[in-house]
């Protein structure tokens, strides 16, 4: 398995190769729903200051996988709601949350 390191790494290239025009930052917000994850990315443009969205490579879906495997082994809470935030110098943050809501609903369709 990857290391988290390169798992950051590949989810920055991931986001880099999307996108085509300037950002002031680019995100991607992602939910966890027990056997599959939701995804969609969306930047920031600095020419209009509004948010764009872009096509989330499918990379990311195997890097969030294995993400939450080494966050989960390594006793981390448990989260199904999370952003992986980029700026165009490399700065980078993934926070990550647990939406009870959202959990419900899916216990509910189960």
Do not use: C
């Amino acid at each position: 398995m990857r290391t988290e390191d390169q798992i950051y790494v590949s989810l920055d290239q991931g986001i880099r190769l999307s996108l085509s025009s300037l950002w002031d930052q680019a995100w991607i917000n992602i939910t966890w729903l027990d056997d599959s994850i939701g995804v969609d990315g969306e930047y920031l443009s600095p020419e209009t200051d509004e948010v764009q969205f872009f096509s989330v490579q499918d990379q990311a879906f195997d890097d969030l996988e294995d993400l939450y495997q080494i966050m989960m082994k390594r006793g981390d809470a448990r989260w199904n709601r999370a952003r992986y935030t980029l700026h165009p110098q490399g700065e980078f943050s993934f926070d990550v949350e647990w939406d009870q809501a959202l959990a419900d609903q899916v216990d509910v369709a189960h």
